[in-house]
């Protein structure tokens, strides 16, 4: 008798919501693995700035449009990611008609009316945005990351960011959102950053752990110590971009075809130490995302090693459960 595979959702439906981000193509190839394990939906790419709208006031939101109408035909909360990024964002939003560099009342207009207009159209159908993703500094002796909207708008962008999504729409809880969260120096600054914006009444909710991990690291004292210092503010924390490689950010191969046991034991454990964690902590966590579903499609079979294949996720290429999946949904004794 074939073993009955359990749903994630209602494994953790009295812990938080349990999410996976979707893109084009795996919002129909996952669609059954998305419907029956999730309940809530993260767009890979597709509300990024540069899809939303890749020409000034010509917006696109056929792609967002049929992701949230997905997840509201399947009873799916959607997380929107995200509206303020260095990265992939269109180059018009910096230059004038000129091409020269805009300038600053120009660009924080640029950066309200966008924010304005994709949250309005998703009020009360998106239940968190990602606000604001990846300020702060890598650098160990930088506070802010060196970018277009810091250099021509300056650090106010970051505040007038919430405050204009949460006009937008009040109801949705608003996340600033960041990688290396755990690692103890960056921590602080994502800390800093938080508690600055909470002092000046800033509406932000919650902190977002994207939480791209691997098999070595970050240890989970640092992630526990990153979950209790952000809630220390009173804020939600949501982990927004989970993944687990496989290999080391040190690790280089290309040869593998397949993990190994030894790569697979350690997944096991980490996502079974992971879970037990989160769950201990599930009065201050309101979701925890994972950045895909499936080993069949992961960013990470990219990144950072050219078009070698990653497993990072509970699910394999053939949407059947791993053995770490079966010790995520075992529930902690006592």
Known sequence: MK???PRLKEVFKDDFKIGAAVNKW?????????????NSITAENE????MLQPEEGEFDFDYSDQLV???????????GHTLVWHNQCPNWMFKNESGQTVD?????????????????????????????NEV???????????????????EEFIERAFH??????????????????????????????????????VPIHGVGMQA??????????????????????????????MDLSVFSWEDKRTDLLAPTKEMLALQERRYEQMFNLFREYRDVISSVTFWGAADDYTWLSNFPVKGRKNWPFLFDEYFNPKQSFWKVVQKSEG
Do not use: C
Not at 29 to 38: H, I, N, R, Y
Not at 47 to 50: F, L, Q, S, T, V
Not at 69 to 79: C, I, P, T, Y
Not at 107 to 116: F, G, P, T
């Open 212 to 241: 791209h991990w691997n098999i070595h690291t970050p240890s989970i004292e640092h992630i526990q110590q990153a979950i209790e210092l952000y809630a220390s503010l009173g804020l939600e924390v949501q982990i927004t971009e």
């Open 26 to 38: 795996t919002l129909h190839s996952a669609k059954d693995l998305v419907t029956t394990q999730f």
């Open 136 to 154: 702060i500094a890598d650098e160990e002796d930088r506070f802010l990351r060196q970018s277009q909207w810091l250099e021509l708008a300056g």
């Open 164 to 201: 204009t999504a949460n006009k937008a729409d009040p109801n949705a809880t608003l996340f600033y959102n960041d990688y290396n969260e755990s690692d103890p120096i960056k921590r602080d600054k994502i800390y800093k950053l938080v508690k600055s914006l909470l002092e000046k009444k």
């Open 69 to 79: 109408s997905f997840a509201n035909e399947h009873n799916l909360g959607v997380r």
């Open 3 to 5: 073993k009955e595979i």
């Open 47 to 50: 509300m990024k700035p540069e």
């Open 104 to 132: 600053r009342e120009r660009l924080l207009k640029r950066m309200d009316q966008h924010i304005e207009t994709v949250v309005s159209r998703y009020v009360n159908q998106v239940y968190s945005w990602d606000v604001v």
